[in-house]
């Protein structure tokens, strides 16, 4: 750590605020315009240095931080940096599962795939968003995780994780309402639990016709 350049150093802290892998574009996100270059270059120089690692998974650039390497990396930033690197991860995050429009989604699986490989950057960023914004912006997760969790057959941790966004978005917006009680049906009903999954669909439809959104 300490042969690295300052704006290298600078560079590895931040990143660890990902729990788990990482591309490019999310590295470039979370170092932000006041930080360091965020091209390969940097990332580079930090696998050269084995402060980063490559991840083994087929057609994806990704990298990430070994646990204790993360956690020293985070011990070395202030409060505000770590704030301020955690706000810029939340809205990557964000970004990728933005436009609730899942069903008119063009690559509706590709972006199925994309959540395999963000499992533990989403939930971190539902945590931080829970713990520093409203609950209506964390409610804009549900979709992301729900789909990844369901995948996965987790089923019970789908419903317990959606379940708790919701009981902390009062007044939500309609649609994210709508969309996070869509995501619990096939959970709930694989399961066992369809009574509730047909209410869920029913609350959900009613939702959406407060948008005039037919999906």
């Known amino acids: 750590y300490d042969l690295l350049s300052p704006t290298d150093r600078r560079a590895f802290d931040r990143l660890g605020v990902f729990r788990g892998s990482f591309d490019l574009a999310a590295a470039s996100a979370v170092l932000g315009t006041d930080g360091p270059p965020a091209g390969i270059g940097v990332l580079n120089r930090l696998l050269d240095a084995s402060m980063i690692i490559r991840t083994p998974e087929p057609g994806q650039r990704r990298f990430r931080l070994l646990e204790p390497l993360r956690l020293y990396a985070r011990s070395h930033l202030s409060e505000d940096d770590l704030q301020a690197a955690s706000k810029r991860h939340c809205d990557h995050s964000r970004e990728i599962r933005s436009g609730t429009d899942v069903l008119r989604r063009p690559d509706v699986f590709g972006w199925r795939r994309q959540l395999g490989h963000e499992d533990h950057n989403i939930i971190s960023a539902i945590e931080w968003s829970r713990a520093n ?3 209506a912006a964390a409610l804009g997760f549900a979709d992301a995780i729900g789909q990844s969790l369901y995948r996965r057959g987790e ?19 309609p649609g994210l309402e709508a969309l996070a009680r869509a995501t619990l049906v096939w959970p709930l009903f694989l399961h066992g639990n369809a009574q509730r999954a047909f209410a869920e669909n029913v609350g959900s439809l009613e939702k959406a016709e407060e948008t005039g959104d037919a999906v």
Do not use: M
């Not at 089923?155 to 917006?173: F, G, K, M, Q």
């Open 133 to 135: 914004e409203t609950g």
């Open 155 to 173: 089923y019970v941790r789908c419903v317990e994780t959606i379940d708790a966004l919701l009981a902390d978005s009062n007044a939500a917006p």
